[in-house]
């Protein structure tokens, strides 16, 4: 059985897709509100979902297929209606967004299983529409730091899990030492799970736009590089009114690398799981150059951290529809994480990149890291294959990094492909089928089925959920009114351990098949 989470106007809801038919499992709440599910630490299954519109209810399970065995429920309330909320990556904290106005907080960081308010701040990130970042507060990967702006300051916690709370870490600036102050987007990398004398576990990449058309940055930090302040200098740094020139040698140091963008508005981030490079893409709502894209200039740049090096992969001419990096395989992934590297002695990680005129080109690119057993690690990115022109702008993997999908929406015809991708190899070809007006794509935990969604607010109509085999076959449908989100539930390890990975599929080369691309008609000239 596959469980699936919707979110419409009957409510959080699990169905359950039994290879034939969708079921209703249960209603977890009769309001249309979100529920977010994660994998903790200790290997179970957490769901949290809204049961008010003050009240949050979370519940904790064996396993996703042993959701008969509920471990722990609580339910709380918060000061404030809840808007909206997101879960860290282990489901250790909450970030809630209340409608409330200053002087009152509206942002909040709460424990999970305690209720317990950690932290909080108003912030008009979300009103403002700053699409870089929509919450003021980011998670590391193992939740143990969590970063924010406060005014011109760059503040870093410590997550302690004995006391549930925040420590003070350190402070840097978020603006450059000779720019106005605006607000910015932060990340933390993956964590580095290769050796590295240089570099700590996290890298911070801080993505400032552009600001009357000068132009932006991308900056590294390490976390060793931020500063402790003192009360009072905390202070002066968190005013946006003047710069804080009197802590200026504290906080505005030399970062550990930078490149300085084309006039930019928001920025799109993208970590490798090695936590040894990133990707970053550069976009603005007008393209000013002569290129003039129709959906506006991007560009997009590979950071290696690891070699202190930036490379342009696309230069603004064609506009990136879409990239995406493949997830690493279940293999490397276990030895990563765990630190046994040292067996590996090299990883290829891929990413994947649609851009150009429409029908646009699809290129993948390849970053091998090398003496994985030594100190001196290197990394080498290289372009591996141009898959070829086609009528696609959106790009899918399944959770074991073996099959590609490759969509076309808004206006590309609803194509659909699904390959599996083979490094300096020609891809092979699972299944092409045409799929009209979808919004979301997902491949289910165990990569034997797919799940397309139609959804609100991109779809006022028709919304519902179709789940499709590994051919393209429609299997099940069911509709929806006001569907907002839909997902599998992700698998515990137990469960791999129990139902494991669906078979491979072979699939065949696209040359043997391959057909020409007719020359691109827009919708609006095609004869009825």
């Known amino acids: 059985m596959q469980p699936i989470i919707t979110n419409s106007a009957d409510g959080a809801q699990v169905w359950s897709f039994d290879g034939a038919k969708l079921m209703l499992a249960e209603t977890l709440s009769q309001q249309q509100v979100k529920c977010?599910?994660?994998?903790?630490?200790?290997?179970?299954?957490?769901?949290?979902?809204?049961?008010?519109?003050?009240?949050?209810?979370?519940?904790?399970?064996?396993?996703?297929?042993?959701?008969?065995?509920?471990?722990?429920?609580?339910?709380?309330?918060?000061?404030?209606?809840?808007?909206?909320?997101?879960?860290?990556?282990?489901?250790?904290?909450?970030?809630?967004?209340?409608?409330?106005?200053?002087?009152?907080?509206?942002?909040?960081?709460?424990?999970?299983?305690?209720?317990?308010?950690?932290?909080?701040?108003?912030?008009?990130?979300?009103?403002a529409g700053f699409r870089s970042i929509s919450w003021p507060y980011c998670l590391s990967e193992d939740e143990d730091y969590v970063l924010f702006q406060d005014g011109w300051l760059l503040c870093l916690r410590k997550y302690d899990l004995t006391s549930r709370s925040l420590k003070d870490y350190g402070y840097l600036s978020a603006i450059p030492r000779d720019q106005p102050w605006r607000l910015v987007a932060y990340h933390f990398t993956s964590s580095l799970k290769v050796s590295s004398d240089s570099l700590d576990k996290y890298s911070i990449v801080l993505c400032i736009p552009s600001l009357g058309g000068s132009p932006g940055y991308a900056i590294v930090y390490?976390?060793?590089?931020?500063?402790?302040?003192?009360?009072?200098?905390?202070?002066?740094?968190?005013?946006?009114?003047?710069?804080?020139?009197?802590?200026?040698?504290?906080?505005?140091?030399?970062?550990?690398?930078?490149?300085?963008?084309?006039?930019?508005?928001?920025?799109?981030?993208?970590?490798?799981?090695?936590?040894?490079?990133?990707?970053?893409?550069e976009k603005t709502d007008v393209d000013t150059s002569k290129a003039n894209n129709y959906y506006g200039g991007t560009i997009l740049r590979h950071y290696c951290i690891i070699n202190k090096a930036t490379t342009l992969v696309t230069d603004g001419k064609s506009y990136v529809h879409d990239f995406s990096i493949k997830p690493v395989a279940p293999a490397d992934r276990n030895a990563l994480t765990s630190g046994t590297t040292n067996s590996l002695k090299t990883l290829t990680e891929v990413f994947v990149v649609i851009c150009g005129v429409v029908p646009p080109k699809v290129c993948s690119y390849v970053v091998m890291l090398t003496n994985l057993d030594r100190k001196n690690i290197s990394a080498e990115?290289?372009?591996?294959?141009?898959?070829?022109?086609?009528?696609?702008?959106?790009?899918?993997?399944?959770?074991?990094g073996r099959y590609?999908?490759?969509?076309?929406?808004?206006?590309?015809?609803?194509?659909?492909?699904?390959?599996?991708?083979?490094?300096?190899?020609?891809?092979?070809?699972?299944?092409?089928?045409?799929?009209?007006?979808?919004?979301?794509?997902?491949?289910?935990?165990?990569?034997?089925?797919?799940?397309?969604?139609?959804?609100?607010?991109?779809?006022?109509?028709?919304?519902?959920?179709?789940?499709?085999?590994?051919?393209?076959?429609?299997?099940?449908?069911?509709?929806?009114?006001?569907?907002?989100?839909?997902?599998?539930?992700?698998?515990?390890?137990?469960?791999?351990?129990?139902?494991?990975?669906?078979?491979?599929?072979?699939?065949?080369?696209?040359?043997?098949?391959?057909?020409?691309?007719?020359?691109?008609?827009?919708?609006?000239?095609?004869?009825?």
């Open 36 to 127: 977010s599910a994660a994998i903790t630490r200790s290997d179970n299954l957490m769901l949290v979902f809204l049961t008010g519109q003050q009240e949050i209810t979370c519940r904790v399970y064996e396993s996703t297929l042993k959701r008969d065995v509920l471990l722990k429920e609580v339910t709380y309330t918060m000061p404030h209606p809840v808007e909206s909320f997101t879960l860290s990556h282990y489901g250790t904290l909450i970030q809630l967004h209340c409608n409330v106005q200053r002087p009152l907080d509206n942002f909040f960081l709460v424990d999970t299983l305690s209720g317990s308010i950690v932290a909080s701040m108003y912030s008009t990130i979300r009103l």
């Open 381 to 400: 990115l290289q372009k591996d294959i141009n898959f070829g022109n086609m009528p696609t702008n959106s790009i899918s993997w399944d959770v074991a």
């Open 404 to 528: 590609l999908l490759l969509r076309g929406e808004a206006g590309m015809n609803g194509d659909s492909r699904i390959l599996r991708p083979i490094i300096s190899n020609e891809p092979k070809y699972l299944a092409k089928g045409t799929i009209h007006s979808r919004t979301h794509a997902i491949f289910s935990p165990r990569g034997d089925v797919l799940m397309y969604l139609v959804t609100k607010p991109r779809f006022t109509v028709d919304n519902g959920i179709e789940i499709f085999d590994m051919n393209l076959k429609s299997l099940a449908v069911q509709p929806f009114e006001a569907l907002s989100s839909a997902y599998f539930i992700p698998y515990c390890k137990a469960d791999y351990d129990t139902v494991g990975f669906a078979e491979e599929v072979e699939g065949v080369y696209l040359s043997a098949i391959k057909t020409e691309t007719k020359k691109y008609v827009p919708p609006s000239q095609r004869k009825k």
């Open 222 to 281: 390490k976390l060793s590089q931020f500063a402790e302040l003192s009360p009072a200098e905390i202070e002066v740094g968190r005013t946006t009114n003047t710069k804080p020139t009197e802590i200026s040698d504290k906080i505005m140091v030399k970062p550990y690398m930078h490149c300085m963008t084309t006039t930019c508005d928001a920025f799109v981030f993208k970590p490798s799981e090695s936590g040894a490079w990133f990707l970053l893409l």
